[in-house]
């Protein structure tokens, strides 16, 4: 069965500008994660959706933001980019239960210059 | 806050040792623990769950421990080989998130 597919892979984008990365779950998983890696903090939580709802929010600034769609699929959208924005983002999802473990995709690679 | 730590940061081992890697956790609220490896430059790949009841859960080679009670988790890897070299990472599940730990970069010499 198909995992969880994060696009693009690679994305280089110039400070100032916004970008939207997309994640697609696995097939029945309707909760979506979202995560930040960077080589300083390491991994960081960014929010979480659920049937089109946000259940958690990390502590990230306003220029972070997410949305799911009926189908499961979500967006994640950083406005305004900055330097430290460059990390790899990382998107997983879940069945329903918090008893059930995370599966996470391949990434986005997100350049800052 | 959940805090989760990982000792050691980075361990290097011939190749057959048994390799033990540990982590730690604040809150004792999980509902369970995940095990995870990253390849340089890759997303995570889930190696075992352990739910919050279970003490133990073991795959092939691999076995992990949970304490809820002292808050500490342990990968076992045993007969290490060269393709066990990766990071690897811990993380307790609460709150609809994740909480990670830094790692421990293990190299397997041959």
């Known amino acids: 069965k198909a995992g969880v597919t994060q696009t693009p892979r690679y994305l280089i984008k110039t400070r100032g500008q916004q970008v939207t990365l997309s994640c697609s779950p696995i097939s029945g998983h309707r909760s979506v994660s979202w995560y930040q890696q960077t080589p300083g903090q390491g991994l960081q939580f960014l929010f979480e959706?659920?049937?089109?709802?946000?259940?958690n929010k990390g502590n990230f600034p306003g220029r972070f933001s997410g949305r799911q769609f009926s189908n499961s699929r979500s967006e994640m959208n950083v406005s305004t980019l900055e330097l430290g924005d460059s990390a790899l983002y990382l998107c997983?999802?879940?069945?329903?239960?918090?008893?059930?473990?995370?599966?996470f995709g391949s990434g986005t690679r997100l350049t800052v210059v | 806050k959940q805090e989760v730590t990982q000792i050691p940061a980075a361990l290097s081992v011939p190749e057959g040792e048994n390799l033990v890697l540990n982590c730690s956790f604040t809150d004792s609220a999980i509902y369970n623990l995940q095990w995870f490896r990253q390849d340089p430059g890759k997303g995570l790949t889930s190696l075992l769950l352990?739910?919050?009841?279970?003490r133990e859960q073991t795959s092939g080679r691999l076995n992990a421990s949970l304490d809820k009670s002292s808050g500490r988790s342990t990968l076992y890897i045993a007969a290490s080989q060269p393709g066990d070299s990766a990071t690897y990472l811990c993380a307790a599940s609460n709150d609809y998130k994740l909480s990670f730990g830094a790692g421990t970069t293990v190299t397997v010499r041959a």
């Open positions: 352990i739910q919050s009841s279970q």
């Open positions: 959706y659920f049937s089109e709802t946000q259940r």
């Open positions: 997983a999802s879940r069945r329903t239960g918090e008893v059930y473990g995370y599966t």
